[in-house]
């Protein structure tokens, strides 16, 4: 079946870097995204990657993907508190199709 | 256009009733899609629409829950005889065509409290 999992909780220092882990299990994943979620704010996709990719940068956010492990991973550099946030790994089959969801990581940061 | 739209942004409601959310996706937004998030945890999928066409409904949605889009644009769900279970935000998405990327575009949500 289905199925993204993830760590609950991580606390960072300011300014070092955060690495959120994830693994998901369904093999025909095809886009694989990291959204971020502030309290009383929507969900916002941060950034995503194809399954053919094995990593993408965009600013201080790197994704790294082992497919064979099926293993993604975000970092965050130089964190920031506005950082702090709950981030959620996601799959899905295409473009158009429902996203699965992790339960997410709460990051916390700490001076 | 600002985004997804939800309606109310809150509900609280007695068990029993019945209730009905309302989600204008963004402008020409031909898919459409119905989550809810529990406390703890992320979004599950419940339903997608493309254009008035419902296309899949997750296991999770109960004869309880309907979604209509009835013409396409804006769409309701609606739970009847709410239990306590049914306490949590439900969200809605939109997204174009192919040709307009691969993003889901969130709501804010509307969260219910069954009492």
């Known amino acids: 079946g289905e199925d993204v999992e993830q760590s609950l909780f991580l606390s960072v220092r300011e300014g070092d870097s955060s690495v959120i882990n994830c693994t998901y299990t369904?093999?025909?994943?095809?886009?694989l995204y990291w959204y971020k979620q502030e309290p009383g704010a929507g969900l916002q996709l941060l950034t995503y990657i194809f399954s053919n990719m094995d990593m993408k940068q965009d600013q201080r956010l790197t994704v790294l993907l082992n497919k064979k492990d099926k293993h993604l991973s975000l970092r965050i550099a130089d964190t920031q508190t506005g950082d702090s946030a709950i981030y959620f790994c996601a799959e899905s089959a295409s473009s158009a199709s429902k996203i699965i969801f992790g339960s997410g990581t709460r990051l916390s940061i700490r001076p | 256009d600002t985004g997804v739209s939800q309606d109310p942004r809150h509900k609280i409601t007695k068990r029993g009733q019945n209730v009905t959310f309302r989600c204008d996706p963004i402008?020409?937004?031909?898919?459409l899609y119905w989550y809810r998030q529990t406390l703890g945890q992320g979004p599950e999928f419940l339903t997608y629409f493309q254009n008035e066409a419902q296309l899949e409904k997750s296991r999770l949605l109960s004869d309880r829950f309907s979604a209509e889009r009835p013409k396409g644009s804006f769409s309701t769900l609606e739970i009847q005889r709410t239990e306590q279970g049914d306490s949590a935000m439900y969200l809605c998405a939109s997204r174009g065509g192919d040709r307009t990327g691969n993003e889901q575009f969130f709501g804010p949500g509307t969260r219910l409290t069954v009492l």
């Open positions: 402008s020409e937004h031909n898919r």
């Open positions: 369904d093999s025909s994943s095809t886009y």
